[in-house]
């Protein structure tokens, strides 16, 4: 059966820039997220070393600093996946018949990662891109082999819907130190239209054990849920109703806009003068299949910059088409690299005043 997205509309559709009263551009890191914070103990429990590598994180692609090795790598360890959610890239590149289902990061192929990466002071690690961690039989080894190489943050986004007590333990005491939840709604029959295959008692129950676990085991461990945010207020209620939800619970709350993939509807956007892209200034991508990829919007495997299995990682971030992107973002020519000129990044704009806010009492 096609799954559709009911919810999607044409072209990107938060705030944009080119209406009247639109913000100029402002450098930021992760431009089209926002949060809610409702408890920030886990934050005082991180080292010195954490707080370091977050400044980096906005500090590096801001000054264009050239550094010799990405801060951050995002590796899709498995694309297999328990859920079929109907706005997920992944679910709609399946109907396409354009993904392989079922790839699994081997212990050589990730030890491999790893150990060149810290060799050159890798701080963090993101433990997916497109599939579920948590299909994963070796995650928990992962984490612990990445923490005992040095890593300072290693964390996972995840459905939530296959976590249970055995591996929630697994997880904290390997070393886990985030633990993002994606969850939409507080009424099952949105929330399980949205994350097609999970149940939303189930999934509430799983992240309570957790972090209860976490509270015991780990409590340095940041743990937030986040949605997907559509143009239609009932969305917007969701995220307030999320916030009462969460609260005494989680960490933050949090949400990234929908964005259309959907060529043919999306399109391309406005030239924003003074854009630029944090992501390939400190952070790479590695797909199972081996490519390696600039940012978290190529799912189609459109700016294929190197192969992971094939070459250093090293070789690969100081490579000529790697240069090559990095000086087209830093003189303001972001719009000729095809992918860019098509990103909803550059006319996304927050909702003022929700990052940060205070939780809805
Ligand atoms: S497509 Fe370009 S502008 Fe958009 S997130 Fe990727 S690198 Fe940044």
Redesign the pocket.
Known sequence: MKLENKNKTKKFNSPIRDVEGAIPWEFDPNATYSETTLNDNWLKLKPDEYHQYRKDWTEIPKNFTPINFPLHLDIETTTYCNLKCPMCPRTQLVEQGKFNENGFITRDQYMKIIDEGTEYNLRSIKLNYLGEPLMHKDIAWQIEYAKKKGVIDVIMNSNGAALNEKNSEALLRAGIDGLFISFDAVNPKDYETQRVGATLGRTIDNLYKFVKLRNEIRPSCQVRVSMVMYDDPKWMEQYKALQVMWKGVVDAVGYSWYTERDEEISGEYDYVSG?H????FHRMFLKNNGNVT?????DKDE?IVGNWKEQKLYDIWNGEKYID?RAK?SSGE?NK?D??R?????VSIKQPGIKQEKAAE
Do not use: E, G, N
């Open positions: 854009f892209c944090a992501q390939p600039i940012c978290c919007v190529d700016v992107i973002h972001y690299i992918m860019c098509k990103c909803y990044l550059p």
